[in-house]
């Protein structure tokens, strides 16, 4: 059923856009690398392809004038879902653009921003992709070439939009979402719970002082395992005193 | 649609409008940067953390200024998002001692160019309610239902985006993952301050990096220009009256060294507004909230057909005053399309219009600005020197907010110096004198029961009876109060 492809693809587009973000935020940092051009240059593609089928999917949808109100108000919907997606989208090729120029990588000395973060993003950009691994095979100066690309696409990306704008009528104010306040909280992904949420690290004070760190998580696990003995001995104790009753 | 200028091929473009950028570049560098140190947390260790007290030695090195400046320099880098400390992250200040602190990623820094937008804030409350299960802080949570209200037909897409950003986030490391929290949580504690926190980006990000401006010519210039372009800002030595003028807030009151020149304006503007305060002088005809007559605020409305003649006297105590004023402007203009300088004023006005209108029009603005007031040949060409002009046009490229500053002040002062005082002076000001109207106190009901009784509006912590006979005359005057 058209509802439910429309969907599918929406999905595969909304998740496309968060990893677009989450590479670009790397930007210009010390995770910022040969691959993750290559890595932007990739979602970014797969970004648009997604896009352009969302657009043509769902404008046939709304051009039918014989589906039911419910169904109408439902496309509309996701035409709403469809739009904030291009809008993220928009924003964050923009931005990688001004940020991409101002970092380039092949200089004799690079000044990327010191962030913290020095891993490699390959991961996200493999769930983009919805593949295991990347394959990395760009040229060296990818960092320069890319730009060019990256220009026209924006300009690309702008007037789709502004073609969706003036051929769609749909009006987003007039759209009800289906989830209420505190719906993220209701799922059941494997974020919630995830030590993501234990690590509050920028809440909390945290240990700073290096040799008061190592001793700290030295005498935890210390602790630990005199606990642990304790209850083995006590265990024993008692299974001496079952044994011999 | 707006789009970027077309980048230089290679090599890195300068950010014209934030200076603070270049030092935090120049803080990167292999051989001349930070020293970096780890931070260690339980059983993660992070690196690339600083103190503040290494922050403030590099830049007094770096620079050669001051502890004082330095300390000055550093609280901007902290306040405006560029560094945030490690412990206490609400406190954005930089403390000269072991406390840590970490740079931003460039895709938080902020920027003009890039506002937050109320889409990402709320994916980013809505990612929070997920990770701490609900346990929003209380503004927080406060935003979280006014936003649910403001954007709600795109809320599922914020839900969604919620789940898939933490989703791919999940990808990374642990440690990266922990710097990703840290990276937004700073930058939202900028972009959107809690309640009592003062909003950094109202007092205009490029206008402050003027001050920051001066200990990067430092680094970029010749040992000898150095001393001329310090001599031209007028570090520390800018003229008071150009302070007061009201142009540099902050500056103001760093560079007013002189004190006695300082309380000396505030005395004569104390003096020259002394009849002009309705405090102090009563107003004429009569006091709106006393009388309930509101013809002291229609005669003094915006647009009049003749305003009151204390109204036109302020127009000769500051040239700032006259153009503050709607009709003293439209006077203004006339007077000086008379002597064929009209284009100045018409220039100020679009560059005010630039500073203090949307974002989103700023880049069609300033070409407009541009094809019409300072292109050769163009139509209403304005007089500015060409050290200013350079500027500008170098500005244009990368257009911001405040990159007509420069020349507006040049053309503000232009008017100030040479056709306000002659406009003063003229004829077209004194018959708007003369015509002015005094408006007379309204004469007092010689019947008591005639004149019309004071009352305050009804509380509304009161309920029932004594409100209902209040209520038929405090139906009349909420009707004259809601004019404005």
Redesign the interface.
């Known amino acids: 059923m058209g509802k439910e492809e429309c969907k599918t693809m929406l999905?595969a587009l909304?998740?496309v856009?968060?990893?677009y973000?989450?590479l670009?935020?790397?930007?210009?940092?010390?995770?910022d690398s040969q691959n993750l051009r290559e890595e932007l240059k990739k979602t970014r593609k797969k970004a648009q392809e997604l896009a352009v089928a969302n657009r043509t999917k769902l404008t046939t949808l709304l051009k039918d004038k014989t589906i039911s109100k419910d169904d109408r108000a439902e496309y509309e919907?996701l035409w709403?879902?469809f739009s904030?997606?291009m809008?993220?989208l928009e924003?964050d090729m923009?931005?990688s653009?001004?940020?991409g120029?101002?970092?380039?990588l092949k200089?004799p000395?690079r000044?990327?921003?010191?962030?913290?973060?020095?891993?490699s993003?390959n991961?996200?950009a493999?769930?983009?992709m919805s593949v295991q691994n990347m394959k990395y095979e760009a040229d060296s100066n990818i960092d320069?070439a890319d730009?060019r690309d990256l220009?026209t696409e924006?300009?690309q990306v702008?007037q789709m939009m502004?073609e969706m704008e003036m051929k769609v009528q749909v009006a987003?104010?007039?759209?009800?979402?289906?989830?209420e306040?505190?719906?993220?909280?209701k799922?059941n992904?494997?974020?919630?719970?995830?030590?993501?949420?234990v690590?509050?690290?920028?809440?909390e004070?945290?240990?700073?002082?290096?040799g008061g760190?190592?001793r700290?998580?030295g005498s935890g696990s210390i602790g630990a395992v005199v606990v642990f003995f304790v209850i083995v001995a006590v265990a024993l104790v008692l299974g001496y005193l079952v044994v011999n009753m | 649609?707006s789009?970027?200028p077309a980048?230089?091929?290679?090599?890195?473009?300068t950010?014209d409008g934030s200076s603070m950028e270049k030092v935090?570049?120049a803080m990167?560098?292999?051989d001349m940067g930070?020293k970096?140190r780890?931070?260690?947390?339980?059983?993660?260790v992070?690196?690339?953390?600083m103190t503040g007290h290494d922050i403030i030695t590099w830049l007094i090195q770096k620079y050669h200024i001051c502890e004082e400046e330095a300390l000055h320099l550093g609280e901007m880098l902290v306040k405006y998002g560029y560094i945030y400390p490690?412990?206490?992250?609400r406190c954005l200040v930089l403390r000269p001692d072991e406390s840590?602190y970490?740079?931003?990623?460039?895709?938080?820094w902020t920027s003009t160019?890039?506002p937050a937008?109320e889409?990402?804030y709320a994916i980013y409350l809505?990612k929070k309610?997920?990770?701490?299960?609900?346990e929003l802080v209380e503004y927080e949570k406060e935003r979280?239902?006014l936003l649910?209200k403001r954007i709600?037909?795109?809320?599922?897409?914020v839900?969604?985006?919620?789940?898939?950003?933490?989703?791919?986030?999940?990808?990374?490391?642990?440690?990266?993952?922990?710097?990703?929290?840290?990276?937004e949580?700073?930058y939202w504690l900028i972009n959107r301050p809690p309640p009592g926190v003062q909003n950094m980006l109202d007092w205009g990000l490029e206008r402050v990096c003027l001050f920051v401006c001066v200990c990067v010519y430092h680094v970029s210039l010749h040992p000898q220009q150095i001393e001329t372009s310090r001599r031209a800002l007028g570090r520390n030595r800018v003229k008071s009256s150009i302070c007061l003028e009201g142009y540099w807030p902050l500056t103001a009151a760093f560079c007013c060294t002189n004190t006695i020149n300082l309380c000396v304006c505030v005395r004569v503007l104390l003096c020259q507004y002394q009849n002009h305060d309705p405090i102090m002088q009563g107003c004429l005809p009569s006091n709106p909230w006393i009388s309930d007559d509101i013809a002291y605020w229609t005669m003094n409305s915006e647009i009049v057909p003749v305003p009151t003649r204390l109204r036109v006297e302020r127009w000769s105590f500051s040239f700032m005053e006259l153009l503050s004023d709607a009709m003293g402007r439209r006077e203004f203009m006339t007077y000086l399309e008379k002597e064929f300088s009209a284009e100045n004023l018409h220039f100020w006005q679009e560059c005010e219009e630039i500073r203090h209108g949307e974002s989103s029009k700023i880049i069609e603005k300033v070409e407009d600005v541009y094809k019409n007031f300072l292109a050769p040949g163009a139509a209403r060409w304005v007089n500015i020197d060409s050290k200013t002009m350079d500027k500008t046009l170098e500005g244009i490229k990368r257009p911001h907010r405040f990159v007509m500053d420069d020349a507006q002040m040049h053309i503000y002062f232009l008017m100030k110096k040479d056709s306000y005082p002659r406009y003063l002076k003229s004829d077209l000001y004194k018959n708007m004198l003369a015509k002015a109207v005094v408006p007379q106190e309204t004469k007092k009901s010689v019947f008591p029961f005639m004149r019309r009784q004071r009352h305050s509006s009804p509380s509304p912590a009161q309920a029932g009876a004594p409100a209902a006979e209040e209520d038929g005359r405090a139906g009349t005057n909420s009707a004259a109060g809601s004019h404005f």
């Open positions: 999905d909304n998740k856009t968060a990893c973000r989450h670009v935020i790397a930007l210009g940092s010390t995770s919907r709403v879902l904030s997606s809008e993220l924003v923009k931005r653009l001004e940020i120029q101002d970092f380039p200089v000395t000044h990327l921003i010191q962030t913290g973060m020095t891993g993003t991961a996200v493999a769930r983009a320069t730009l220009q924006i300009t702008s502004e987003p104010w007039a759209v009800v979402a289906k989830q306040a505190g719906a993220e909280l799922s992904m494997s974020v919630g719970n995830s030590s993501v949420g690590i509050s690290i920028c809440e004070e945290p240990k700073d002082d290096e760190g190592g700290e998580g | 649609s789009h970027p980048p230089a091929p290679g090599g890195r473009s950010h935090l570049v990167q560098d292999p930070m970096m780890n931070q260690r947390l339980l059983i993660t992070i690196p690339h953390a490690l412990k206490e992250p840590p970490r740079f931003q990623t460039p895709y938080f160019r890039w937008s889409l990402d809505a309610n997920i990770r701490k299960q609900g979280y239902s649910h709600n037909h795109t809320w599922d897409f839900v969604m985006q919620a789940r898939e950003q933490l989703r791919a986030s999940k990808q990374r490391r642990k440690a990266d993952r922990i710097v990703l929290e840290c990276q949580q700073a």
